[in-house]
């Protein structure tokens, strides 16, 4: 509804991932302490818009080990690679957790290693509309 309201002048998607979510603030400033929904954690940190899962590296490097342009990519079909109907299910239940985006409570040093894995793993794959990292700071500022 009122998402805009302190995004103004950022029309960038520094901070967006996981295809095409974008990270919001919402109540970034209000005193109430939470609890982070990925660690479960306490944090003074509001809602942002986030995804149901944080990046996973175990799953993460088995993509890496099949291959990820196939996984992954435009092209890619997983009826022409050799991938195990467990690795699949677990890949199709990541990428729905991946995609499902809401407003989540998830504390600042989540966020961080979730940004760290998410240009680790997929920083060349967003590289052309996410080149202004010198603004990724912004994202944390939380007082
Ligand atoms: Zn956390």
Redesign the pocket.
């Known amino acids: 509804m009122d998402d805009n309201r302190k995004q103004n002048s950022k029309s960038t998607n520094v901070g967006s991932k996981h295809k095409g979510g974008k990270l919001n603030y919402d109540g970034v400033a209000n005193q109430k302490v939470n609890y982070?929904e990925?660690?479960?954690?306490q944090?003074p940190m509001g809602k942002t818009t986030q995804a149901i899962t944080p990046i996973l590296e175990f799953i993460e490097d088995k993509i890496d080990l099949i291959g990820r342009e196939d996984i992954w990519g435009e092209y890619g079909d997983w009826s022409m690679i050799d991938i195990d109907s467990d690795l699949e299910a677990e890949l199709l239940v990541y990428d729905e957790m991946l995609n499902n985006v809401d407003k989540r409570i998830?504390?600042e040093?989540?966020l961080r290693t979730d940004d760290r894995l998410y240009k680790k793993y997929y920083g060349d794959m967003i590289g052309e509309i996410n080149n202004d990292s010198d603004d990724d700071e912004d994202i944390y500022i939380i007082e």
């Open positions: 982070c990925w660690c479960g954690n944090t998830i504390c040093v989540c």
